[in-house]
């Protein structure tokens, strides 16, 4: 089963995410949790959330990605950030416990001239904070470009944050694994796929992928810059891409594509990898 799907709004409530979905041929996606660059919240009717869940098992869809917001920052030394990050993390958890095998991604965080070392501890002490031994979500730590102040640009600091988790509760992290941020790092996961996972597995493990953010990049390999790209447009072209969705150890995974796209021109792209996968 070739599981992809987009960034989706919600503005139309979980179930109608889903039915979007379904329209344009996707099986599953992601969405944001809450405003992505505000601080607002709108906890979701039980029954909205039930309603996606059948709806996901009557269409054998892989679950959504929960994304949070860009306002957390989880590496944060201003404590006054570091605890809205945590509680809002928290709040979007509870939430998610409600679907089957939710996954949640977030972004480690900048540290801020703190220095790369303080700043995963940060976040790592925020990751015990919000999971929880018994709960079902697995939050995903997002594999990131590495510009700025950004942590979990390389494996080592993500191997890091996941070290650094309390042992009973290193069985609900994972990681979503980015195809232009980690591009952009300097892993050449387009052409040399088999090398990068080879070290993710070293490093991280590929036990611990869960989820692929599918996207191209407008800026070479290596730039540390981060700006997406549709797909075939970019640096990694749709050879690249292909390789990635064609690699037999990662082609069982969700991908989801978060291109700079509205409806019509998602639907356009997974018509069009649905195919690759199909070889035509």
């Known amino acids: ?40 919240f709108k906890r979701p009717a039980a029954e909205d959330v039930a309603a996606l869940v059948r709806l996901m098992k009557d269409n054998c869809f892989a679950p959504p990605l929960a994304h949070a917001p860009y306002t957390f920052n989880p590496s944060s030394g201003e404590e006054r950030i570091w605890q809205y990050s945590c509680d809002a993390m928290k709040e979007d958890i509870e939430v998610l416990e409600a679907i089957p095998g939710a996954l949640y991604n977030f972004h480690p965080g900048c540290h801020v001239g703190q220095g790369a070392e303080v700043g995963i501890a940060n976040t790592a002490r925020l990751m015990n904070a919000v999971i929880t031994p018994g709960q079902s979500t697995t939050v995903l730590i997002e594999t990131m470009a590495g510009k700025g102040s950004e942590i979990g640009g390389r494996f080592e600091e993500i191997a890091e944050l996941i070290r650094l ?116």
Do not use: W
């Open 165 to 280: 988790t309390d042992e009973d509760k290193r069985a609900h992290v994972g990681v979503c694994l980015d195809t232009c941020h980690i591009s952009d790092g300097g892993y050449n996961i387009a052409y040399e796929t088999d090398a990068v996972l080879d070290e993710f597995d070293r490093i991280i493990g590929l036990d611990r992928l869960r989820a692929i953010h599918l996207n191209d990049s407008k800026n070479p390999l290596g730039a540390k810059k981060d700006r997406h790209e549709k797909i075939g447009d970019g640096h990694l072209g749709l050879e690249g891409i292909t390789n990635v969705i064609t690699n037999p150890r990662i082609m069982h995974m969700p991908f989801y594509l978060e291109t700079p796209n509205e409806l019509e021109g998602y639907a356009a792209e997974i018509k069009l990898l649905r195919g690759v996968r199909n070889g035509n």
């Open 1 to 40: 089963m070739f599981y992809i799907g987009c960034h989706l709004s919600v503005s139309e409530g979980y179930e109608g995410m889903g039915r979007t979905a379904l329209s344009i041929g996707a099986n599953t996606f992601q969405y944001f949790t809450r405003n992505p660059r505000g601080r607002g």
